[in-house]
């Protein structure tokens, strides 16, 4: 006999019931003074995209309030130099919708934004989002269509801002021992020699 499976809408809710009212209630469709004041704070974000090859999560971060507010229903976030996949873009290019998920160490509660975005190089908005005198090559404006302020039992359950939950670094191997695992012919020392040299001389 097959295990019982959610297939359906009515088949979620009914299993799960309806939304708790106050988490409805407080969905806002623009951003208020406590949302803008959380992204003034947040150094760092997971930012979810979609485009024909399925969901992709990618994490950004920068010093608090790298994200600017450009008014209450605008974000503009800009692209550091990365690895040049462009993944998020790529997807962007396809399908403006994503999900932006806040995150400020020490507070349990995290803030969710969804919205469209869409790719500038526009070096008036660009300019100002300058680290150590580099622009980001681009930036995303989002435009909000969703902000609401996510409660904190995932934070809590994990304890992910509990110094004691911190791991000793020498339980999970370097990057370059993955990579050097995970693609023939690579060196283990190398490519953290790499990895140190760009993390060193290339964030901006």
């Not at 409805?24 to 024909?52: K, T, Y």
């Not at 469209?116 to 190089?121: D, E, F, P, V």
């Not at 370059?176 to 993390?199: C, F, K, L, S």
């Amino acid at each position: 006999m097959p295990e019982p499976s959610i297939r359906t809408k009515e088949d979620l809710r009914a299993h799960y019931g309806e939304p708790v009212p106050r988490t409805v209630q407080r969905q806002l469709s623009r951003l208020d003074e406590h949302c803008r004041h959380f992204i003034s704070l947040s150094p760092f974000l997971v930012m979810a995209s979609w485009g024909p090859g399925g969901a992709d999560a990618s994490p950004k971060g920068d010093p608090p309030g790298f994200v600017k507010v450009v008014d209450d229903a605008t974000l503009l976030l800009p692209d550091r130099r990365g690895n040049r996949r462009g993944d998020s873009m790529l997807n962007i290019v396809d399908n403006p919708d994503v999900g932006l998920i806040f995150f400020v160490p020490g507070v349990e509660e995290t803030l969710r934004v969804n919205g469209a975005a869409r790719i500038t190089t526009d070096p008036a908005l660009l300019k100002p989002l300058a680290m150590h005198g580099k622009a980001p090559p681009s930036g995303l404006l989002i435009t909000v269509k969703e902000a609401f302020f996510h409660c904190g039992k995932s934070i809590i359950r994990s304890k992910l801002w509990d110094p004691d939950t911190r791991i000793d670094r020498g339980e999970f191997p370097t990057l370059g021992q993955i990579v050097a695992d995970q693609v023939p012919g690579r060196n283990a020392g190398e490519e953290d020699r790499v990895t140190e040299r760009v993390y060193r001389e290339e964030l901006y």
